[in-house]
């Protein structure tokens, strides 16, 4: 008996330790500063912190998945320049990729150009390579060369998370 209340004691140990280490420093300390001696309000208010905490953080991804402004603009035109085709719609954006002359209007044609693959299914003009030969050509015309195909990176990441979560929601 001794010894099944010695591994239970090690098990809770170790998950005690475990979840402990789950709180922020500085929360840990704040609530002791708060509350002192009263470890139960201790643990109360590192619950709520820390519960916060990832509120805000899942917050922050959920912003982040959607994309800045520009971004959220840009997927609402494009979704109403596709009802009207993909025809048109791919007119539309090699209008806005002649008329790009910075990192804000490239992006815009960026961002409807990867709604334009997604929607598709990435077939014919709208298939991942000519799309991304579209996209970088047009980045090195607007950038030069060596800034180009860094700068179509980046923005066609973010483009690609905006638009999917866009889609899915």
């Known amino acids: ?16 330790s ?16 708060l509350w002192g001696s009263d470890y139960h309000m ?12 990832d509120e805000i953080r899942l917050q922050n991804f959920e912003t982040s998945l959607r994309g800045d402004s520009t971004t959220q603009a840009a997927i609402l035109n494009s979704k109403k ?9 791919n007119r539309f954006i090699d209008s806005c990729y002649s008329k790009a002359a910075d990192i804000t209007q490239y992006k815009i044609c960026t961002v409807m150009d990867t709604y334009a693959q997604i929607r598709t299914g990435a077939k014919g003009r709208n298939g991942a390579q000519a799309t991304e030969d579209r996209q970088i050509a047009q980045a090195n015309r607007i ?14 990441g973010e483009a690609i998370l905006a638009v999917i979560y866009d889609l899915n929601n």
């Not at 201790?42 to 905490?53: D, G, H, N, P, S």
């Open 81 to 89: 320049l596709y009802r009207n085709g993909i025809s048109e719609f």
């Open 42 to 53: 201790q643990l109360f208010c590192r619950k709520q912190q820390m519960r916060a905490k």
């Open 143 to 156: 950038f030069g060369k060596t800034q180009g195909k860094a700068i179509q990176k980046s923005i066609v």
């Open 18 to 33: 475990a979840h402990a280490k789950d709180v922020d420093p500085d929360v840990a300390q704040e609530c002791a500063r």
């Open 1 to 16: 008996m001794k010894r099944y209340i010695f591994i239970c004691a090690v098990i809770c140990g170790l998950a005690w």
